[in-house]
């Protein structure tokens, strides 16, 4: 980050390797901290021990700092759980990076492969699928992360292909419900489960044709 009061041109006068930050190097301007870039900025600006700093390289560099914070936030929320990349463009977003400098830090992070929406959406229909979440669910909850429905579309159809059809947990989910509703009419307790199964993200004839043999 840049620190306050920094506004003249001055020297490097030191070169720090962090050991904070995935290998970011703090800059040192005139004896005190400057900026932390990429070790990439470093080589790209010729930057050294010694070098002059005219207003436009600190302008550059000022830029490369706001990247490197965004990154930074990155990674840490990486190391926590995975993200679909425009939902972690958002949750930077919210906490205070610019857009630029995100959509920058977005983009090392997935050349690095750290982000990796297809990837992402397979992981999540599989976990997803096991807690009973249905087809439907699944791909309302990935496109509201931001994943674009063409990749959406095929990790259902994968795990579909893969489950056999994943008949399977909406026949278990709804024997459940109905015999929480046993004590309800017939008709009342046939509403109630295909709604409760929409819910869930299963709908359609074939779960209508299931839950009518259920209780029949």
Same mark, same amino acid.
């Given at each position: 980050?840049?620190?306050?009061?920094?506004?003249?041109?001055?020297?490097?006068?030191?070169?720090?390797?962090?050991?904070?930050?995935?290998?970011?190097?703090?800059?040192?301007?005139?004896?005190?901290?400057?900026?932390?870039?990429?070790?990439?900025?470093?080589?790209?600006?010729?930057?050294?021990?010694?070098?002059?700093?005219?207003?436009?390289?600190?302008?550059?560099?000022?830029?490369?700092?706001?990247?490197?914070?965004?990154?930074?936030?990155? /990674?840490?929320?990486?190391?926590?759980?995975?993200?679909?990349?425009?939902?972690?463009?958002?949750? /930077?977003?919210?906490?205070?990076?610019?857009?630029?400098?995100?959509?920058?830090?977005?983009?090392?992070?997935?050349?690095? !492969?750290?982000?990796?929406?297809?990837?992402?959406?397979?992981?999540?229909?599989?976990?997803?699928?096991?807690?009973?979440?249905?087809?439907?669910?699944?791909?309302?909850?990935?496109?509201?992360?931001?994943?674009?429905?063409?990749?959406?579309?095929?990790?259902?159809?994968?795990?579909?292909?893969?489950?056999?059809? !994943?008949?399977?947990?909406?026949?278990?989910?709804?024997?459940?419900?109905?015999?929480?509703?046993?004590?309800?009419?017939?008709?009342?307790?046939?509403?109630?489960?295909?709604?409760?199964?929409?819910?869930?993200?299963?709908?359609?004839?074939?779960?209508?044709?299931?839950?009518?043999?259920?209780?029949?």
């Amino acid at each position: 980050m840049i620190d306050a009061g920094q506004h003249r041109a001055g020297r490097i006068t030191a070169l720090i390797p962090e050991s904070r930050g995935q290998g970011s190097v703090r800059v040192e301007v005139d004896g005190q901290r400057f900026a932390s870039v990429s070790p990439d900025a470093v080589r790209a600006h010729g930057l050294h021990v010694g070098r002059e700093l005219d207003q436009a390289l600190r302008g550059r560099l000022e830029a490369e700092a706001e990247v490197e914070a965004a990154y930074r936030t990155a /990674l840490r929320s990486i190391e926590r759980r995975s993200f679909a990349r425009a939902d972690l463009g958002r949750r /930077l977003l919210r906490k205070g990076h610019a857009r630029q400098p995100v959509e920058a830090a977005l983009g090392r992070a997935a050349e690095q !492969g750290l982000l990796d929406d297809a990837a992402f959406a397979a992981n999540y229909v599989e976990t997803r699928s096991a807690r009973g979440r249905g087809p439907l669910r699944l791909a309302r909850d990935l496109m509201a992360m931001g994943v674009e429905r063409s990749v959406v579309d095929r990790a259902v159809a994968a795990h579909a292909r893969a489950s056999e059809g !994943g008949s399977e947990m909406p026949v278990a989910l709804a024997t459940k419900r109905a015999a929480q509703l046993r004590d309800l009419p017939r008709p009342v307790r046939r509403r109630r489960v295909l709604a409760y199964l929409a819910r869930r993200g299963f709908s359609g004839r074939e779960v209508s044709e299931m839950v009518g043999k259920l209780l029949a």
